[in-house]
């Protein structure tokens, strides 16, 4: 808990070496979440002028570090709240995983899961996008007709001329690289 001394003298210099003293954690902790430096320094500057409100108001301020973080994730959320919503990026999503049977939809975050969510839903589409660009037309072909489309292999067999041994191969190689692509944005954005 802070400790308070009468005087505005006191109360300054307490305020100013908490700002010294937290200031770096609490501007890296926001950077990780938010990536335009000005509302990094508006979030820092809003997180501190409340810490100096409470200060002044003598509410007890328990545990000081963590109270700050709790404030600037809440500004966090606050500013995604504010912001209009941003076109999702036009990605054919995938129907069916490789060998779950589970929707690439249900393994995205819910749009409905407030702003952390639709924060990280956008980058993994964005990312799922890139991966797809990267691979080699027929690969990318044949993962789209079989899991967005949802056409049989055998069907596509038929349709392209291409034995079905090679398109069950090249969706296969498409899934590696996806898999690949996608796991480290994945793990980071899955806690979400």
Known sequence: MLSRKPG???E???????????????RNFVRKRVSDDEDIEDILQDVFSEFVEAY?????????????????????IDRF????PEPMPQVR???????DGLSWELMLPSPDAG???????????????????????A?????????????????????????????LSRKHNAVVHLRKRLRAIYD???GI
């Open 188 to 190: 980071e954005f899955k």
């Open 115 to 137: 702003p952390e969510a639709i924060y990280a839903r956008t980058i993994l589409l964005e990312e799922l996008e890139a991966a797809l660009d990267e691979l080699p037309e």
């Open 93 to 99: 999503t995938p129907v069916t995983s490789d060998d």
């Open 81 to 84: 709240r504010k912001k209009q």
């Open 12 to 26: 300054d210099r307490c305020i100013a070496e908490t700002f010294r003293q937290e200031q770096s954690r609490l």
């Open 8 to 10: 505005t003298d006191d």
């Open 56 to 76: 002044r108001l003598m509410q007890p301020i328990e545990q000081v570090g963590a109270w700050l973080f709790r404030v600037a994730r809440n500004r966090i």
């Open 139 to 167: 690969q990318r072909e044949a993962f789209l007709a079989h899991e967005v489309d949802g056409r049989s292999f055998k069907d596509l067999a038929a349709d392209t001329g291409v034995s079905i041994s090679a398109l």
